[in-house]
């Protein structure tokens, strides 16, 4: 099964929106308790997230999981820090590629591949404000050109 596929929970929209992202990593994540329950029923939150490497390791931080309503004393702090599982390879490349000024580590996805939680982790290179106004007009033109074939097509 190829990266980025399975059954989709999350995605963080606004990343493509502010960020140019270079390279996709999948990731596995390290859960604690009742969080893979909440996962399955959806209640997760990407936006304002961001992934982080210290010492040697990949940490998600800000990503918002909701305690399991039947988890009582067993949940968890929905925002606490995950780490991410990634080959040392990988993280050796990122280590390096982060280092450049202007590059981070953004979650795309939090999807669910042979009954395990997945992150794609995208290396993003933030936009400035043209570069968004850019994209907009180009989305914009197009959904007309779209939009007229459609026209076209129905005479």
């Given at each position: 099964m190829?990266?980025?596929?399975g059954?989709?929970?999350?995605q963080n929209?606004?990343?493509?929106h502010d960020?140019?992202?270079?390279?996709?990593?999948?990731?596995g994540?390290v859960l604690q308790?009742?969080?893979i329950?909440?996962?399955?029923?959806?209640?997760?939150?990407?936006?304002?997230?961001?992934?982080r490497i210290d010492?040697?390791?990949?940490f998600?931080?800000?990503?918002?999981?909701?305690p399991?309503?039947?988890?009582?004393?067993?949940n968890?702090?929905?925002?606490r820090e995950?780490k991410?599982?990634?080959?040392n390879?990988?993280?050796s490349?990122?280590?390096?590629?982060?280092k450049?000024?202007?590059?981070?580590?953004?979650?795309?996805?939090?999807?669910?591949?042979n009954g395990?939680?997945?992150?794609?982790?995208g290396?993003?290179?933030?936009?400035?404000?043209?570069?968004?106004?850019?994209?907009?007009?180009?989305?914009?033109?197009?959904r007309?050109v779209?939009?007229?074939?459609?026209e076209r097509?129905?005479?």
């Amino acid at each position: 099964m190829p990266k980025g596929t399975g059954k989709m929970i999350a995605q963080n929209k606004k990343a493509y929106h502010d960020f140019s992202i270079e390279e996709t990593y999948e990731a596995g994540i390290v859960l604690q308790g009742t969080e893979i329950k909440s996962i399955r029923q959806g209640k997760v939150n990407l936006k304002e997230s961001y992934a982080r490497i210290d010492k040697g390791e990949v940490f998600l931080i800000g990503m918002h999981i909701s305690p399991y309503e039947q988890g009582n004393r067993y949940n968890h702090d929905p925002l606490r820090e995950r780490k991410l599982l990634l080959h040392n390879k990988e993280i050796s490349k990122l280590i390096g590629e982060t280092k450049e000024i202007g590059y981070s580590l953004v979650p795309l996805k939090l999807y669910l591949k042979n009954g395990y939680a997945k992150v794609l982790i995208g290396l993003a290179k933030g936009k400035k404000k043209y570069d968004k106004r850019e994209d907009l007009k180009k989305k914009e033109a197009k959904r007309e050109v779209e939009r007229a074939f459609r026209e076209r097509q129905k005479m």
